[in-house]
């Protein structure tokens, strides 16, 4: 989702509402405590430079259960990080959210809900690497192998 479709649908909405992809909300009493813009320079696998452009909101819930953030206030920080920020409404919203670790989501939109959607690394060299363009990258936790050498063992 872009910046401007987050716009679009926040525009529409009396109510905020973040859903995480195993289908739990975040709570109501979350803050929107970054609007950024995020610019990641970086050379791929097979040698090619890339740039990208994203805007980054990062979600964070803290013990102020009584507080809610209401679209038109969200609208207007979004307004004010556009005029600082020079911020491209064509740009790409990335979520950041707590979790084990800080993740970050892709956004996307339905009945009412802003899903955070999960995202997966690729190989953007394919070609180079002898990978075919139709191949699926399917590990996932339940797939990573467990380390077989683990302190007093005599392994190492």
Same mark, same amino acid.
């Given at each position: 989702?872009?910046?401007?479709?987050?716009?679009?649908?926040?525009?529409?909405?009396?109510?905020?509402?973040?859903?995480?992809?195993?289908?739990?909300?975040?709570?109501?009493?979350?803050?929107?405590?970054?609007?950024?813009?995020?610019?990641?320079?970086?050379?791929?696998?097979?040698?090619?430079?890339?740039?990208?452009?994203?805007?980054?909101?990062?979600?964070?819930?803290?013990?102020?259960?009584?507080?809610?953030?209401?679209?038109?206030?969200?609208?207007?920080?979004?307004?004010?990080?556009?005029? #600082?920020?020079?911020?491209?409404?064509?740009?790409?919203?990335?979520?950041?959210?707590?979790?084990?670790?800080?993740?970050?989501?892709?956004?996307?939109?339905?009945?009412?809900?802003?899903?955070?959607?999960?995202?997966?690394?690729?190989?953007?060299? #394919?070609?180079?690497?002898?990978?075919?363009?139709?191949?699926?990258?399917?590990?996932?936790?339940?797939?990573?192998?467990?380390?077989?050498?683990?302190?007093?063992?005599?392994?190492?």
């Amino acid at each position: 989702m872009t910046l401007q479709e987050f716009k679009n649908q926040l525009n529409a909405l009396t109510h905020l509402q973040f859903v995480l992809p195993n289908g739990k909300l975040i709570p109501d009493y979350f803050h929107i405590t970054e609007v950024g813009k995020e610019t990641r320079e970086y050379m791929d696998c097979g040698g090619s430079l890339r740039k990208e452009e994203v805007v980054n909101f990062q979600l964070w819930c803290a013990n102020d259960y009584d507080h809610r953030l209401k679209p038109k206030k969200l609208s207007n920080i979004i307004r004010l990080s556009e005029s #600082k920020l020079n911020l491209n409404p064509d740009c790409e919203v990335e979520v950041e959210y707590q979790g084990m670790t800080i993740e970050t989501y892709k956004l996307g939109y339905d009945n009412g809900l802003f899903r955070l959607l999960a995202d997966k690394t690729d190989c953007l060299a #394919k070609d180079q690497c002898g990978i075919p363009d139709d191949f699926q990258n399917d590990v996932d936790e339940a797939t990573l192998v467990e380390p077989t050498c683990t302190p007093g063992s005599n392994c190492c």
